[in-house]
Each structure stands twice: as C-alpha cells, then as structure tokens.
C-alpha cells in the first residue's frame, strides 16, 4: 500500500500585516468577555492543514516582527484557557535568528529557519492562559507573524483526538468496517492504501468504495497502494480524492491533528535515499514544532504478513526514526500487527525506535502470518476485520485494535512522544497476547514493563478477569525498570480439571497513584483423554509441505478464515463461508474466487503435517471436512488423510474425485488409529488436483484423537 503526500497551491497569505521598520514589534490579542463568541479568524492559504481537540475555541491575534528586534517580550493571552496554540502566518528567519516561545504555565519552544518556510502552520499547544512571544533577530531579512490562537477548556494532558486508520479496505467486506468509524467519530480518517479494489479505477471508487466510505470523505487523508497503480498513474485515486490526495504524481503530504504531525507517504512511487519524496519527508519532518509525529503509508517495513519485511521503505523508516517519530500506519498484508517500537534493522528501540502498526483489515480477505520478520512482532491476528483507533494527546498515545461487529479479537497499545515535555511514566504490555491453557494444565505469559521520562519507580503487578476456573500468579510481582528500559515478570496461568472458558484478562501495573494496563487472552482448551485437539483457532504447530515434496501452484492448504465461494458454471457453493466451531479451520485457498477456477488447490499436491502426539490404547480419530469439485475432476484428485508414523504415511481417510459436480458439505468422519498405540506419530492432511487441471476445493475442522 501507498501513502499520498498533500501539496497546497503556494499563494500570498490571505492576512493583512502592517509594512513594518526594521526593529519594529507589535502585539496585540483579543480576549473575549463575557462568554462572547471569538471572531472568525480569517483562513490562509499554503497553510499546513491544522485539526482541533473537542472543545477547542479560538479568535485573532496580530504579533510580528522584523528587522533587529531586541524589544521587549509579548504574550498572546485568552483568560481561563488551559493552553494556547499560535498561528504564524508568516516564519522567514535568517541565520541564527529565533522566536522562542513559552507557556505561562509550562512549555518552551524555539523557533528557527527550518520551521515551515514559507508556510502558514499552528505550533505545538504550550500551558497556561498566555504564550510569551521572544524574538532574537539580528538579520535585517527576518520577519515573522503571527495572526491567531488556539485555546483549550481543558488541561492538556486530558486534550485528545481520535483518529481512524485502516487499509486494505474495499474489498468485499468494508460494509463491516465503515459502521466503526462511524461510532468512533474521529477528528481524521488516514487510509494506508489499497482502498478500491481491486484495480482502484474511478468507477470501482465510486461503485466499491464510495457508498460505504463516501460519507467520511471530509475527513479522509488517503495514500494509495499498489492496486490503485494497476491504473495508469493511479488516475482514479487522483480522480476520487482530488486535492485531498496530493499532487497528481507525487501523492505525500502532511497535516497536524492536535499536537500530532501526520506525514502521508507514497511506497509506490521512487522511495530511495536522496529521492525527491525521501529528501521532501527530512524537509518536512524538520519543519515541523508538533511534539507528536505519525506517518502513514502502505507497504510494511516488518510484516509477518505473506509479503513479509519490505526494505524498499527503509528510507522512510530511517528518516522518521532519525527525526523521533513516534507511529507507522501501514497495510498491505491483510492481517493486523503490532510491532515494537524499532530502528529501521528492526532491533527493539523501546528509548527511540518506531512502533508499526498494520492495519490491513478493512474489508478484504485474510492473509496468514507464514513469513518470519527482522522486527518484534507483539500482537497479531489473521481472521477479524477491523480498524484502528488512534487516542492522541500532547505526549502520548493509546491505539486500539477495534473488530467489526461478531468478533472478539482486541488489542491495545500505549506509548509517549518522544519529543513532548513529560514526567516519569511506565507502560504494560503482555507476551504473548493470547494464550491457551488446559484444564488441569499450566500456561505462561511475559509481562513487560517498559520506562519512558526517566521512571524508575517499584511497580506492583497483579492480573483479573480470568476464565472460570484459572488463577493467574506473578513472579515477581513487582519490578523496577531501569530508566527508560524494560523489566520483565512472569504470569503462570493455572486451570482447575473443571475450568472453562475465555476472557480478556487484565493484568495491571501500579506505581504510587499511577495505574497502567494490558490485556491478554486467555481460553481453556479441551482436556479429557484427548491425545491431540485441534480446533485451528491457534497456532498448533502444524505445518505446510513438511515432507517438501507438495506440488501445488495455488491454493495451498492454509489455517484462516475461509471465504464462500459459488460456482458461476453450476451455481454451487463450492468453497463454505463457514467452520463447524470457531471461525477458522484448515482451508485450501482460504480467499474467495472471483471468478471460476480461481483460488481453488491447482498444479498438483498439498500438505499440512500435524505437531507430533502419541497415540493412546483404543486411539479414535474424528474430524469435520467438506470437499467439492467440478465436473472436470477425476479420481486422480483427492482428500486424504494419513498417519504419519517416522516416515512412512498410512491412509485412514480418503475422498476422491468423479466428472460430477460436488457441491461442499461439512460432514463428520472418524478414523481407527488404535493399531499406532503408544507410538508418537503426526496427522497428515492431503489434498490434490493432479491429472488433468479441475476444480477442487476442500477444509478440514475439529480434528480430535481420543482413547
């Protein structure tokens, strides 16, 4: 995925300044009494586009200098405001001259020539009702003006914004993800490309993603992936977005919401070290006083994702680590990650790196986390559609992972500015973010709890909202980070005979006054005389092609959520939409054709080995599977399943093909494996399309092996 770049038409700022003497400086602010309504301020244009916080009320100022200006120092001043943000409509500094300005309360800020050149741009917000306005000019070209303010009714601290991120989106099932940005209410919508498929013309804009997404287009800050550029310049991007996309060609940009800086950036155009958008990104970032910094694009730096790590983008990565960015909103991979904050190599950086978060969950089909990534993946899912919740302040942040309505998947992460003005504070986080546990059985999970400011505070650690029937202990249950480090503990998870279940447990961190959280969850799996259980809603183990001898050129079989796919030749379902428990099983082509032939298991065989277990006296196999197949296959194609026993494969189960057309059933089978007893063997599930090429499609659920 793509991000875009906005450029704004460069014109004379639309705001009447006094021809001033050199050493001139002026100050004059507009307080309003009684509760009065502020003056409109008057808009500018090349400004850098500046959303608000809730409550946030304004009005006129008129503060500039130029010349030698060692005259005394000003304020801009809205009485009872909790804290001011300025509006300089013009920052031509030469030199080593500066405007430096402070908080009544708290907050400084010095002002240079690299500060938006030639731009109109709001500056970070500075506490108290006052901003003193120093200027230190020696050279006779320096000018500056400032033409209005910010106030907020509120401490800035309790100031945020919301903004919506999501990529990959329409897709067939961005109906599902639209409603959430609704109910969220954001100040911004960023996408991270990818957002009409599947070719992003104009018309699959305005057909595909427009009657789900149109009604947030006034909010929308858009990048664009790489199907958008499977038309010709990405032409029905351009066409769709106008201006709001950026300058046809280019497509990055930035804007500030809050005391955030957002940069939008564009991976499917030249991204290399010393390119035009690389160096523009450093210009950019310098320029910018936000204590804040997020940017937004669409191919991942780290994936775990089927494209895996992508170091095309390093260049941006680098840049923003370089100058204390803070987030990455990626997509690309249709799955959701989150990563810890990293250089560019990936090494965790918790003092400086960058935290990625991709969000490719908007709407279209699920990719499986198969490749292995150079960065610290600390969450991740691959089956639930949903979008991010971006709560932003002055000095930190809180994302949330937020499922489309019917699915429970969650996460949440904090993190401070590493820019802002802060005091000592700790985070919680939890390794990994879901964990499953059998009755009677053990479980464990890392705490980690991270410094930021300095913190090296004792903080006390305990954990609730278990499932019935487990207790959860800490060791140590309190720990002390090194300033700016991480201190680790461990939960031990412990599952009565009788418990059952699963629950979003919190585990929570104290110091003194201060509380923070994170959330894991914790399920019960099955126990009894079961030998081997697999429902496919983890990670099991199981593993693709473990002998390396699959043939297979498509399709391949896969644990995710499978897509219903109807035949347009005969009308048949072929591919279930649907599972026999859960949400996922073992699929082959998990993702829906669009047309006939398309995603079904092609080129030959594929094969799935189970984890090994031992087998118990009496041992039963059960399990679910569908299958289904044209008219074109033959009884050279197959779904098998087999015991493998070292290395030599015994069939138990099979299906194979006819020149009728099978329409897919789940249906229930059972296997006699007590001829392994006591001998450690794995499951081997099978399918293929050999002969002559035909369509065949087949899942396998709820495989058990019992006594």
């Given at each position: ?38 003056p409109a301020v008057p808009e500018v244009a090349d400004q850098v586009p500046q959303l608000t916080e809730a409550g946030v009320t304004g009005g006129p100022a008129s ?181 709001r996309a950026g300058e046809r060609g280019k497509g990055y940009y930035s804007f500030d919401v809050g005391d955030w800086h957002f940069v939008a950036l564009n991976s ?358 569908t299958f289904a197949h044209g008219d074109n296959a033959t009884s050279a194609d197959y779904l098998r399943i087999r015991v493998l026993d070292g290395t030599t494969p ?58």
């Open positions: 995925m793509r991000s875009t770049t906005k450029r704004w038409r460069r014109r004379t700022l639309a705001v009447a300044t006094s021809t001033l003497a050199a050493g001139a400086f002026l100050v004059a602010a507009h307080p309003q009494a009684g509760g009065a309504a502020p503060v500039s200098g130029g010349g030698t200006s060692t005259s005394a120092d000003r304020s801009v001043c809205a009485p009872g405001a909790h804290w001011l943000r300025v509006r300089f409509t013009e920052l031509s500094l030469r030199g080593n001259d500066s405007v430096t300005l402070t908080g009544s309360s708290a907050g400084s800020y010095t002002l240079t020539s690299r500060h938006w050149p030639g731009k109109a741009f709001h500056t970070r917000a500075f506490e108290g009702d006052c901003v003193r306005v120093s200027a230190a000019l020696s050279d006779p070209a320096s000018r500056f003006a400032i033409d209005a303010y910010q106030a907020g009714d509120r401490p800035l601290a309790a100031a945020t914004t919301t903004v919506a991120a999501v990529g990959d989106v329409c897709g067939s099932s961005c109906n599902q993800t639209a409603p959430l940005i609704k109910n969220m209410n954001p100040q911004a919508l960023i996408l991270a490309g990818d957002n009409a498929y599947s070719s992003g013309t104009l018309s699959e804009y305005k057909n595909n993603y427009d009657p789900y997404y149109g009604q947030f287009k006034a909010i929308t800050y858009p990048t664009p992936g790489n199907h958008e550029y499977n038309t010709s310049g990405a032409s029905g991007y351009f066409d769709y977005f106008g201006a499917n155009i030249t991204r290399s070290t010393g390119s035009a958008q690389e160096t523009w990104l450093k210009n950019d970032l310098a320029a910018s006083t936000k204590p804040c910094t997020a940017a937004f694009f669409h191919h991942p730096r780290f994936s775990r994702g089927t494209h895996g790590d992508d170091s095309s983008v390093t260049p941006f990565f680098q840049a923003l680590y370089n100058a204390k960015a803070d987030l990455i909103v990626v997509g690309h991979d249709h799955n959701y990650q989150r990563y810890a904050p990293s250089r560019p190599d990936g090494t965790r950086d918790d003092a400086n790196g960058v935290r990625e978060l991709l969000i490719g969950t908007g709407g279209r089909g699920y990719y499986n986390f198969d490749q292995s990534s150079a960065a610290v993946q600390e969450a991740g899912n691959t089956n639930t559609f949903g979008v991010g919740k971006l709560t932003l302040s002055a000095t930190d942040y809180r994302s949330d992972f937020v499922p489309v309505s019917g699915r429970t998947f969650t996460d949440t992460a904090t993190g401070k500015c590493k820019k802002a003005v802060s005091s000592p504070a700790f985070s919680v986080g939890t390794t990994p973010s879901s964990v499953s546990v059998k009755p009677g059985g053990t479980a464990s999970v890392t705490v980690n709890v991270g410094s930021t400011g300095g913190f090296t505070a004792a903080t006390a650690l305990s954990v609730s909202g278990l499932p019935s029937g487990v207790t959860g202990a800490i060791s140590p249950s309190s720990v002390t980070p090194p300033a700016n480090g991480t201190a680790t503990a461990t939960l031990t998870l412990t599952a009565s005979a009788t418990a059952s279940g699963s629950a979003a447990a919190t585990v929570t961190g104290t110091s003194g006054s201060t509380t923070q959280t994170a959330k894991v969850t914790v399920s019960v799996g099955t126990a009894g005389g079961e030998a081997f259980a697999d429902d496919f809603e983890t990670d099991k183990g199981w593993r693709l092609n473990a002998a390396g001898s699959d043939t297979a050129t498509a399709g391949k079989w896969e644990r995710g959520d499978p897509e219903q796919t109807t035949s347009t030749y005969s009308n048949q379902i072929k591919q279930r939409g649907d599972t026999t428990s859960g949400v996922n099983c073992l699929v082959t082509g998990r993702l829906a054709g669009s047309e006939y032939g398309v995603n079904d298991l092609d080129g030959g065989a594929s094969s799935m080995a189970s984890p090994a277990f031992t087998v118990p006296a009496g041992g039963k196999l059960t399990f679910s599977y015994t069939t138990v189960f099979e299906k194979t093909g006819s020149a009728t057309e099978v329409a897919g059933v789940w249906q229930n089978a059972t296997a006699d494996l007590s001829s392994f007893a006591g001998r450690s063997v794995r499951l081997l599930v099978e399918a293929a399309d050999a002969s002559t090429a035909s369509l065949w499609e087949s899942a396998v659920d709820d495989v058990r092996v019992t006594a």
